[in-house]
């Protein structure tokens, strides 16, 4: 069975900074693609980063501020989060067995696993 286990949220004031893991257990990361994507109620799911192999792409809405990471000995991916403003507060999932590509948007129906989603609340 594969789980997918993310943890690190938390609720933090506007600037601050967050780093938020993911480990998985029935699925290697290595050589599998993996992605980060977030939801706020009522709103549509966002993918925001993406990292197969060598490519890793952000979403415009966090590039420079968000960073995706891999220890493969671990098994465990992370999302380095700085300078968090309100309107990052969501719940953010990570997702692995997709497809990585420049056009996030597209990809969250790719992805065959996903965890539960931890939550990050910014205040102002």
């Known amino acids: 069975e594969v789980q997918l286990q993310a943890s690190g949220g938390g609720s933090v004031q506007s600037g601050g900074s967050l780093r938020l893991s993911c480990a998985a257990s029935g699925v290697t990361f290595a050589g599998n693609a993996i992605a980060w994507f977030r939801q706020v109620p009522d709103k549509a799911r966002e993918g925001i980063a993406c990292m197969n192999f060598g490519d890793v792409y952000y979403a415009d809405s966090v590039k420079g501020g968000f960073t995706v990471s891999r220890d493969n000995a671990k098994n465990t991916v992370y999302l380095q989060m700085t300078n968090l403003t309100p309107e990052d507060t969501a719940r953010y999932y990570c997702?692995?067995?997709?497809?990585?590509?420049?056009?996030?948007?597209?990809?969250?129906?790719?992805?065959?696993?996903w965890g539960r989603g931890t939550q990050v609340t910014v205040s102002s």
């Open positions: 997702a692995t067995d997709g497809i990585c590509l420049p056009r996030l948007s597209i990809i969250g129906p790719q992805y065959n696993h």
